[in-house]
Nanobody
């Protein structure tokens, strides 16, 4: 069982930045593909950014150029740097770690635009 714990969410002004963190409880974290997802009120969960175990990244069109996903395999950490935030980015952000046979989720962290 893999446990994922997100942190770093909060209230942010338009144009502001936040850095989300996700701590994983697995030593072999480097073999997992990772992703950040978000779910806004009344909307379906959507993929924001992902990174394979080999380091390839993929971003949703709505956040390209503003968000950056990264990972620290040595410390089993995942990050999402979010810049130039806008009201449409308000959502609960969750991290996911997936292998060929398993998928694990964190509990999520709230990001809210203060406008």
């Amino acid at each position: 069982q893999v446990q994922l714990v997100e942190s770093g969410g909060g209230l942010v002004q338009p144009g502001g930045s936040l850095r989300l963190s996700c701590a994983a409880s697995v030593i072999i974290f480097r073999f997992y593909n990772i992703g950040w997802y978000r779910q806004a009120p009344g909307k379906q969960r959507e993929l924001v950014a992902s990174m394979t175990s080999g380091g390839s990244t993929n971003y949703a069109d709505s956040i390209k150029g503003r968000f950056t996903i990264s990972r620290d395999n040595a410390n089993s950490m995942v990050y999402l740097q979010m810049n130039n935030l806008n009201p449409e980015d308000t959502a609960v952000y969750s991290c996911n770690a997936a292998s060929l046979t398993r998928s694990f989720w964190g509990q999520g962290t709230q990001v809210t635009d203060s406008s």
